[in-house]
């Protein structure tokens, strides 16, 4: 059993407590009342994933972090430690697009995790035109994502998130096993 840390971060009312909820089988339910998360909720679940020809399991530890720019002096607690990064955005928010390399910059690049330990969700609250948005950041896992419409590609995407982190921390324990014996 493996012991994965995933952070769910972006910018405020960008929709990360609905996708981690959905996510960690809270709720079928979309909350009609919007409440900002303060600091961070942290949920556990467990989800299976294979590698190679076998079933892994993975206990998850999901932070469901709050997007407002007073919690910034927590970033460095969330990062510790993360083995996976989920971000989501507004991509009809401009704004949400310009604080989209900043978060990518800490959480990422800053903590050198790989970048395919990353997804990044364009979440669409309403079912807009949703064909002409690009990934905004070259190089990383990207979808568009919209819980009334097709959750699947929520729980997908995430799925292949946990099997590249799964993969990882799999390969870190061999080596530290090999340097053991060595
Ligand atoms: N209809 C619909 N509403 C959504 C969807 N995703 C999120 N919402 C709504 O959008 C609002 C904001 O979503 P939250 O998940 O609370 O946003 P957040 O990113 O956690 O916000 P902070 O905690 O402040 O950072 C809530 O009222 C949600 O119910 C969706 O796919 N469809
Ligand atoms: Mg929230």
Known sequence: MFKAKIVVIG????G?????????DQTDQLQSEYSATAGVRILE????????????D?????????GSEEYEGCWPAIASNTDGVIIVYNPFEPSDKD???????YFVTGQGLREECCTLFAHCKKKEATRNISPPIKNIPFC?????????I????????????????????EKEELSIIN
Request: glycine share 8%; with cysteine; aromatic share 8%.
């Open 11 to 14: 910018p405020s009312e960008s």
């Open 16 to 24: 990360k407590t609905a996708i981690a909820n959905f996510l960690g």
């Open 45 to 56: 679940f467990e989800s299976t994933v294979s590698s190679g020809n076998r079933e892994i």
């Open 58 to 66: 993975v206990e998850v530890e999901m932070w469901d972090c709050g």
């Open 99 to 105: 604080q989209l390399q900043n978060w990518f910059s």
């Open 144 to 152: 568009i994502t919209n819980l009334d419409g097709d959750p699947g």
């Open 154 to 173: 929520v729980r997908d995407q995430f799925r292949k998130l946990l099997q590249k982190v799964a993969s990882k921390i799999s390969e870190s324990r």
